[in-house]
């Protein structure tokens, strides 16, 4: 088992680890247990009653938090003609022409986010062996694949804190809401609409109890274990 340093234990010792925290409480435990000196991310990891390895049973969709995630993010869009003009108008850091597109071939992915128009999906197709390692192959699921019309809204939103949340192999989700320099308030913000985003993407072929395990944590930092039912009872405050 690894060593933990004296600031994770002195973390953790304000940790209650039986506990199932209110979201209040559980969000303003997380900041003051913040223990690296850069502004470290705030993520939520959810178990959910699903079982991915059937088709009917995935969970997989985005959210736009209200309050972003407090970084800069980097979009790249697969466009031309019209869409490239509309990408670049609407704050788009690269629009892929060939160059760029033998660019990534050859491993470059200094981006965050990768937006395509559905006649450019077959270049983008292309780079999967470098994209879909990284999270970063556009997918109509997650909303990247969008007509020209729509890349000025899906931009904006990407910038503003779009988020897109998968499921993993062992009925995980792990998604990050913001940083520890955020309030108390844009957390539990942003947590309530991540809970309602994950519950509205419930599959049909679901039985039993879905949400399972929710906690929350900084980077480095100790999972804080909310109460799984008042999770899911949260609404964006005014």
Do not use: C
Request: charged share 25%.
């Amino acid at each position: 088992m690894a060593k933990h340093g004296k600031k994770y234990l002195a973390a953790l010792a304000q940790v209650e680890q039986d506990r199932l925290y209110n979201p209040e409480e559980g969000v303003a435990l997380v900041k003051s247990t913040a223990i690296t000196k850069f502004d470290s991310t705030v993520e939520v990891h959810m178990r959910l009653g699903v079982d991915p390895r059937h088709a009917d049973q995935q969970v997989r969709d985005v959210v736009v938090l209200p309050h972003g995630l407090g970084k800069t993010v980097r979009i790249l869009v697969f466009a031309q003609a019209e869409g490239a003009t509309l990408a670049r108008e609407a704050g788009a850091d690269y629009v892929a022409d060939d160059e760029m597109i033998n660019k990534i071939q050859a491993g470059w992915t200094d981006f965050d986010v990768a937006i395509s128009t559905p006649d450019m999906m077959g270049k983008a197709g292309r780079l999967g062996r470098v994209l879909g390692p990284r999270g970063l192959m556009p997918n109509p699921k997650a909303g990247t694949v969008v007509p020209a019309e729509d890349l000025p809204r899906v931009i904006q939103e990407a910038k503003a804190g779009r988020v897109e949340f998968r499921v993993d192999k062992t009925s995980n989700l792990h998604v990050p809401i913001g940083k520890a320099s955020f309030s108390a308030k844009q957390l539990y913000d942003n947590l309530a609409a991540l809970m309602d985003a994950v519950k509205k993407a419930r599959p049909a072929a679901t039985k039993g109890v879905y949400i399972k395990h929710v906690t929350v944590a900084t980077t480095m930092g100790p999972g804080v274990h909310l109460d799984p039912i008042q999770a899911q009872s949260m609404v964006i405050t005014e």
